[in-house]
């Protein structure tokens, strides 16, 4: 199956500071989201991004389909965006399943 | 973007109990759900995807008998987890996909936490 992998497993960070994380996958995919999983568990939707590049206020991501990585830029920190972000991939086209990366353990500190 | 619930948000319950967990799409239709589990400081791992009107189809390793699923309406799916074992304790997410906008984005609820005792 499509393997993803995410970098770096950990990271800390100073508040006010940026960041970029990287997902990597094994095969063309169809559907890439990057999501936000706060520390209650819920997961929080960032980006559709199975190509090209999006943003959204401090967050914004880049998707190179043809070299087959994304990434998730975070500026100016906030403790706020501590937990763990997701990218998760999906091979096909319509209702298909996500295959999830590790995740990249975010720590925000004032 | 689309709701997804889950109910209950929290679930502790003795060894040898059955417990289910609801899955309901609030503002769109959904022909396929998906149910995941997530451990301790662990990735998720998708269990099953649910279609309705139809039986779920099951990841490897995965009990059938043990993680029933019905899916009986197109917003709503269930998860039983039957008699219930303390390996059985975990976070359970599902997830929609809604075909309302062009993006085919999935959408997931907040979870269950299941303890078995």
């Known amino acids: 199956g499509i393997q993803v992998e995410q970098s770096p497993p950990d990271l800390i960070l100073q508040e006010g500071a940026n960041s970029t994380l990287r997902c990597n996958f094994s095969d063309s995919v169809n559907n890439l989201q990057w999501f936000h999983q706060n520390p209650w568990g819920q997961l929080i939707n960032l980006f559709y991004i199975p190509s090209g590049t999006k943003q959204n206020g401090r967050l914004s991501a880049t998707t190179v389909a043809t070299e087959r990585y994304s990434l998730l830029y975070i500026s100016s920190s906030q403790t706020t965006d501590s937990g763990v972000y997701f990218c998760?991939?999906?091979?096909?086209?319509?209702?298909?399943?996500?295959?999830f990366g590790k995740g990249t353990r975010l720590s925000v500190i004032a | 973007g689309a709701v997804v619930s889950q109910h209950p948000s929290r679930v502790i319950c003795k060894s040898g109990t059955s417990v289910k967990i609801e899955c309901r799409s609030l503002d769109f239709q959904a022909t396929t759900m998906f149910w995941y589990r997530q451990f301790p400081k662990q990735s998720l791992m998708l269990m099953a995807t649910?279609?309705?009107?139809?039986?779920?189809?099951?990841e490897q390793g995965v009990e059938k008998d043990k993680f029933l699923i019905n899916h009986a309406s197109l917003t709503l799916s269930t998860l039983t987890v039957t008699s219930a074992h303390p390996e059985d304790s975990s976070f359970y997410i599902c997830?929609?996909?809604?075909?309302?906008?062009?993006?085919?984005?999935?959408?997931f609820g907040p979870g269950t936490r299941l303890l078995v005792l």
């Open positions: 649910s279609n309705e009107g139809s039986k779920a189809t099951y």
């Open positions: 998760a991939v999906a091979l096909y086209s319509g209702n298909t399943p996500l295959v």
């Open positions: 997830s929609a996909q809604t075909t309302r906008v062009r993006e085919e984005t999935q959408y």
